[in-house]
C-alpha cells in the first residue's frame, strides 16, 4: 500500500512540475522576439478581422514579469484616416501581483501620440464607434459576471507622456477641441482607488497648449446631454482628496472660446507653482503652503446672454455640499498680466471695470484664509498699472473680513499721486447690521496723513475739472464708537484750491437723521467758490446765483434736528451774515427762535442782478411753535436798515406779523421820503390756492428819485386787493386803484378809479379792465401765463419767431378800446388829436385759428396827422395773412396816401410789400421782398421786380441780401443802380 502511495505521490509532484515547468518555459518564450513577433501578429490579424480596418503594429516588447513595451502601434477608422499612433507605449507592471487583485505600475510612458476623435455632419457617431460595437457584441455573449470578486488595488508610481496630439471634433454638440502636450511628468507617492486618496509627489506640465471652440450643435445641446445620460441610479458618493507636494506649470497656453455664451478665456502660463497643495473634493478644501504665478497673461471676455438650461441634466454622483475653504500660506505674483472684457457695456473713460487691462501685476501676500465666507490676508505688497494709465505702486496691510467684522490694519496704498494710510475697524453682530442696522456698527476710522490726488480720482469720475485735476486733497481724520454714538475726535480737510476744515464734537442717533444728536465745533469752515462747483453736483445750483468767491464761517451747532442751539458767523467777499437761533420741544409743537443779521451783504450780487440790485444791511427775529405750515403759530420782525435798487439806497423798511392757522397777516412801512407807503396785508394760505386781500397807501412815490423816471414823476394813491384765488392761471378776485394823483414835470393830475376783474372756473375764464384811458377784456379757455407762448407758437408755424414751447391748447377773444381823457392831452401836450381806437381778435391752437383787427381813426402828434390806420391779421389759406392800411399821412416833409403794407408768411419766409403813394394816388416808393429766418438769423432779399424809389426804377442783382442776427451783419451783392447813378451798400458790414 506505500509503495503505490508512494508512487501516486510521485507521480503528483512530477504534473505539478511538469505544469510548472510548462508555465515558466512559456513565459521564458515570451522574451524570445520571435515568440514576441507571433503572438503580435496572431494579435494585428485578430483586431484587424474584429474590426474590420487597418491595425499596425512594429514591435512589441515583454520582459516578464514586468515591462511591456509597444512600438508604433497604429489604427485606422472606417474611411481609412487615422484613428490612433503611438510611437511608443510602455508599461512597467508587476504581472504577478494581479494574482493578488493589486495593480502595481512602476512607470507609465507614452510618446509621440496621435489621436483623431470627430462626428463629423451629416454623421452622428463618433469614428472609434465600430470598435465599442465589435467588443460590445461579444461582451454580450458573456454569462453572467461575477461581482463577488473583491476590488483591484491600484499602486502607480511614475508617469510620462511626452509628445502628445489629440483632436476632438463633434458637430453634434459643436465642440472643437486640439490638445498638444510636450510633456506630463508625474511621480506618484500614494494612488488609493478604492479611498479616493491620492498623493502625488512631483506633477510637472510643459510646453502644453489647448484650444476648445464651442460653436453651435446640430441638435439642442441641452437634449443631447440629457439623451446621453445614463438611467444609473443616483448614488452618494466620495469625491477625492489630492496632495501634490510639487506642483508646476510652464509654458502652457489654454485658449477657451464659447460662441454660444460670447465667451472668451485664454490663458498664457509662463510659470505656475504650487507646493504642498492639499485638495479635499469632497469637504471643498484647498491648502498650499506656497502659489506663485510669474511673467503670465489672463484674458477673459464675455457677453451676457441667455445661456443652455442644463437643469435637466442630471449628475449620477450627489454630493453634499461643503462651504469653501482655501489656505495659502504665501502668495507670490509676479509681472503678470490680466484684461477682463464685459462685451455688453461700452468702453467709458477712466479706470473701466467692465474693460480692464491690467499689466506689471505684483502681489506678494501671506496667510490668505478664505473660509465659511470670510477671508483675511496679509499684503506684503502689490501694485499694477491699467490701459487708462492708473498706477499702483504699492499696497500692503493686514485686512479680515467675516459675517462680524471688517478690518483693516496698517494699510497702505500709494499711487504717482495718492498716499493712504488709513486704520479702519468695523464690528458688527451680523451682515445685516451693515445693510439693515448700521447702528448697531462699532467703527474705528484712523486716517493719518492721508493725500488724496485728484488725477487719480479723475480715473474714477470724469466730474472733476481740467484745472483741478493736479490738486491733493489731505484728511486726518480719527472717528470711533458705534454709528449711533460716535466721538469726532478729529476731522481735518484741507486741499484743493483753497478749502479749510477743521471739526470735531460727537454725533448721537445716525443714521436716522430725526433722532441724530450733534454737539460740534466747528472751529474752521473756509472754502472758495472754485472749489464748492468741484464738489456740488452739476446744475444743482440755481444759474440765477452767484456764489461768494470765498467763505469762512465758524461757529457750535448743539442739539438735535428740532432741539439745538447754534451760533454762526459768516463771512464772505459779498457780505457777512450772523445766525444765532435755538429750538426745542416735541414734534408739532417745537419753539424756536431765531436771530438773523446781514451785514451789508450784496445780494444783487448773489442773485446775478448788479444792474438792479445791490447791498443789504438787515436784521429779523423769528419766535414761534410748530414747523408744519398747517399749524405754525409764529411771529417775526424784520428792519432793512439798507437795501439798494435800481442805484438808489432805500433805508428804513419795516416788516412785521404774524403766522397762524394758515392766515399770514403783514404789516410794512418805509418812512423814506422818496417811497413813502404803508402797507397791510392778509394772506390765508388754507385752501387749494392762496387768498389776498391788502391795503397799500402810496404816501409818495417819487419815480424820478428812484431812478424810474428821466423826468419828474411823482405817484400818490390808495391801491386795495381782494382776491380770493391767487393763481395767475385761475385767477379771481378785484383790484382796485383810487385816489391816484400824479405829478409830471410839476403839473399835478387826479386819475378816476382804476378796476381790474378776473373770474375764473373750471370752463372759462376772464380778465377785464376798465379805467378812463383804456378797457380790456379777455375770455375763453386760457392759462393767462401761457398766452404769450400761444401767440408765438401760433406765427411760429408759418414763421420761426421765437421758441415753442409746448403748451395745453389755449382758446381766447381779446378786445381793447383806447380812450381821450382829458387828462392824456397833459400828459402828452403834442398829442392834440386823438380819436378812440380799438382793438380785437381771437386765438384758438386746437382749431388753428388766429385773428387780429385794429383800427386808429386819426390820430395828430405835433406836425404828424395819421388818418385811418387799420391792421388785419388772420391765418387763411394755411398762410399767416397781414395787411396795413393808412389812409394818408401829412407832414411838412412828406404826403403820402393810400400806402399799405402787406403780405404773407409760411415755411420760414415772410412776403413783403411796400406801396407808398402821392395825392394822385401814384406809386412813388415800391419795395418788395423776402425775409427768410433760419437758426436765430434772417435774411432779406429785395425783389428786383419790386424796386421804385421816388417814381424812379432801379435794379439789382437777384442774388442780393442782407443778413442779421446771432451770426452778425453781412451784405451780399446789394448794389443798386438807376441810369448813372449807383448806391454800393457793401459785401460785409
Request: proline residues 3%; hydrophobic residues 40%.
Amino acid at each position: 500500500m506505500k509503495k503505490y502511495l508512494r508512487k501516486g505521490l510521485k507521480i503528483f509532484l512530477w504534473v505539478i512540475a511538469s505544469i510548472i515547468l510548462l508555465v515558466v518555459l512559456v513565459a521564458l518564450s515570451l522574451n524570445i522576439p520571435a515568440v514576441q513577433n507571433f503572438v503580435k501578429d496572431k494579435a494585428i490579424t485578430y483586431l484587424k478581422n474584429k474590426t474590420k480596418t487597418e491595425v499596425r503594429l512594429e514591435s512589441i516588447k515583454i520582459a516578464l514579469p514586468k515591462d511591456v513595451v509597444l512600438n508604433k502601434f497604429y489604427i485606422e477608422d472606417r474611411k481609412g484616416d487615422t484613428l490612433l499612433y503611438a510611437e511608443k507605449l510602455q508599461v512597467d507592471i508587476s504581472l504577478f501581483k494581479l494574482l493578488k487583485n493589486t495593480v502595481e505600475i512602476n512607470n507609465i510612458e507614452l510618446k509621440n501620440i496621435r489621436a483623431n476623435v470627430k462626428r463629423i455632419n451629416p454623421d452622428t457617431a463618433f469614428n472609434f464607434s465600430f470598435l465599442v460595437d465589435a467588443f460590445m457584441n461579444e461582451e454580450k455573449k458573456d454569462p453572467a459576471k461575477d461581482t463577488t470578486s473583491a476590488p483591484l488595488k491600484f499602486r502607480i508610481d511614475k508617469v510620462l507622456f511626452t509628445d502628445i496630439g489629440i483632436t476632438y471634433r463633434d458637430d453634434v454638440a459643436g465642440n472643437d477641441v486640439k490638445l498638444y502636450l510636450g510633456e506630463l511628468k508625474t511621480k506618484i507617492k500614494e494612488f488609493d482607488l478604492a479611498n479616493q486618496n491620492y498623493v502625488i509627489k512631483s506633477l510637472s506640465l510643459k510646453n502644453t497648449t489647448l484650444n476648445y471652440l464651442q460653436q453651435k450643435p446640430l441638435t439642442q445641446l441641452v437634449q443631447h446631454l440629457t439623451n446621453s445620460v445614463d438611467s444609473s441610479q443616483k448614488v452618494n458618493g466620495k469625491l477625492p482628496t489630492i496632495a501634490v507636494e510639487d506642483f508646476i506649470f510652464n509654458n502652457v497656453k489654454v485658449n477657451y472660446d464659447d460662441r454660444l455664451s460670447t465667451t472668451k478665456a485664454i490663458a498664457d502660463i509662463n510659470d505656475l507653482g504650487l507646493v504642498n497643495l492639499k485638495v479635499d473634493l469632497t469637504n471643498s478644501k484647498y491648502n498650499a503652503d506656497e502659489a506663485r504665478l510669474n511673467k503670465s497673461k489672463i484674458l477673459f471676455a464675455f457677453k451676457p446672454a441667455p445661456s443652455n438650461n442644463l437643469d435637466k441634466v442630471k449628475d449620477t454622483v450627489v454630493v453634499e455640499n461643503s462651504p469653501l475653504a482655501l489656505l495659502l500660506k504665501k502668495v507670490d505674483f509676479n509681472d503678470n498680466s490680466v484684461q477682463f472684457d464685459n462685451l455688453a457695456a461700452k468702453p467709458t473713460k477712466g479706470l473701466d471695470f467692465n474693460h480692464l487691462n491690467i499689466t506689471d501685476l505684483n502681489l506678494g501676500a501671506g496667510d490668505l484664509n478664505f473660509a465659511n465666507g470670510g477671508i483675511t490676508v496679509k499684503v506684503n505688497n502689490g501694485s499694477l498699472k491699467d490701459k487708462s494709465g492708473f498706477v499702483l505702486n504699492e499696497l500692503h496691510g493686514d485686512a479680515t473680513y467675516t459675517d462680524k467684522q471688517i478690518k483693516l490694519a496698517n494699510f497702505v496704498l500709494r499711487t504717482p499721486n495718492t498716499s493712504i494710510n488709513n486704520a479702519t475697524e468695523l464690528n458688527f453682530t451680523s451682515m445685516e447690521d451693515l445693510t439693515k442696522h448700521p447702528e448697531r456698527v462699532q467703527m474705528n476710522l484712523n486716517f493719518k496723513n492721508t493725500v488724496i490726488g485728484l488725477k487719480d480720482a479723475v480715473f474714477f469720475s470724469n466730474a472733476i475739472p481740467a484745472n483741478y485735476r493736479n490738486e491733493k486733497i489731505k484728511v486726518n481724520a480719527n472717528v470711533n464708537g458705534y454709528l449711533n454714538n460716535l466721538n469726532i475726535a478729529q476731522l481735518q480737510i484741507s486741499g484743493l484750491k483753497n478749502t479749510q476744515i477743521d471739526i470735531s464734537g460727537r454725533a448721537k442717533g445716525l443714521p436716522d437723521i430725526n433722532k441724530t444728536y450733534l454737539d460740534l465745533n466747528i472751529r474752521k469752515l473756509h472754502l472758495s467758490k472754485a472749489d464748492i462747483l468741484v464738489v456740488v453736483p452739476k446744475k444743482s445750483l440755481p444759474p440765477t446765483i452767484e456764489l461768494p468767491n470765498v467763505v469762512n464761517a465758524k461757529g457750535t451747532f448743539k442739539g438735535s434736528m428740532t432741539d439745538f442751539n447754534t451760533n454762526l458767523n459768516i463771512q464772505t467777499d459779498m457780505g457777512g451774515a450772523v445766525v444765532v437761533a435755538n429750538m426745542k420741544g416735541p414734534k408739532g409743537k417745537e419753539r424756536y427762535q431765531a436771530n438773523i443779521s446781514l451785514n451789508n451783504f450784496n445780494v444783487g450780487r448773489l442773485l446775478k442782478q448788479q444792474a438792479t440790485l445791490g447791498r443789504i444791511t438787515a436784521k429779523a427775529n423769528v419766535s414761534g411753535t410748530g414747523l408744519d405750515p398747517k399749524t405754525i403759530n409764529a411771529k417775526f420782525n424784520a428792519t432793512v436798515l439798507s437795501a439798494t435798487y435800481n442805484k438808489y439806497n432805500y433805508r428804513n423798511l419795516k416788516l412785521n406779523g404774524t403766522y397762524a392757522n394758515q392766515l399770514v397777516n403783514v404789516k410794512g412801512s418805509m418812512p423814506d421820503s422818496n417811497a413813502n407807503f404803508n402797507l397791510d396785508a392778509r394772506i390765508n394760505l388754507a385752501g387749494k390756492y392762496p387768498s389776498i386781500k391788502g391795503d397799500v397807501n402810496l404816501k409818495q412815490v417819487d419815480l424820478q428819485k428812484l431812478n424810474f423816471s428821466k423826468t419828474e414823476f411823482k405817484v400818490a394813491g390808495n391801491i386795495k386787493a381782494n382776491i380770493s384765488t391767487a393763481d395767475v392761471d385761475y385767477l379771481n378776485g378785484d383790484v382796485y386803484a383810487t385816489g391816484l394823483q400824479i405829478v409830471k414835470e410839476g403839473r399835478r393830475f387826479d386819475v378816476d378809479t382804476v378796476e381790474i376783474n378776473a373770474v375764473s372756473t373750471a370752463t372759462a375764464n376772464s380778465l377785464t379792465l376798465k379805467s378812463e384811458l383804456l378797457s380790456a377784456k379777455i375770455d375763453g379757455k386760457y392759462q393767462l401765463s401761457k398766452i404769450g407762448n400761444a401767440v408765438i407758437n401760433q406765427i411760429n408755424k408759418y414763421y420761426q419767431f421765437g421758441d415753442v414751447v409746448s403748451i395745453p391748447d389755449q382758446r381766447f377773444r381779446f378786445d381793447i378800446n383806447i380812450y381821450n381823457p382829458k387828462f392824456l392831452k397833459d400828459f402828452v401836450p403834442q398829442l392834440t388829436t386823438f380819436v378812440p381806437s380799438r382793438i380785437n381778435g381771437l386765438i384758438d391752437t386746437q382749431k388753428d385759428s388766429l385773428l387780429m383787427n385794429a383800427s386808429f381813426p386819426k390820430v395828430v402828434y405835433g406836425d404828424y396827422n395819421v388818418d385811418s390806420v387799420r391792421l388785419a391779421v388772420n391765418n387763411n389759406n394755411q398762410k399767416l395773412n397781414y395787411d396795413l392800411t393808412i389812409r394818408s399821412i401829412q407832414s411838412p416833409s412828406i404826403v403820402l396816401f393810400n400806402s399799405e403794407i402787406s403780405g404773407n408768411a409760411a415755411n420760414n419766409l415772410l412776403d413783403l410789400n411796400i406801396f407808398l403813394r402821392d395825392r394822385q394816388r401814384k406809386d412813388k416808393y415800391v419795395i418788395g421782398g423776402i425775409f427768410k429766418s433760419f437758426n436765430k438769423d434772417f435774411r432779406f432779399n429785395l425783389d428786383p421786380n419790386k424796386l421804385l424809389l421816388d417814381y424812379q426804377k432801379w435794379t439789382i442783382s437777384p442774388e442780393n441780401y442782407i443778413q442779421f442776427g446771432q451770426s452778425g451783419i453781412l451784405a451780399n451783392q446789394f448794389n443798386l443802380s438807376q441810369g448813372s447813378q449807383e448806391q454800393l451798400m457793401g459785401w460785409l458790414m
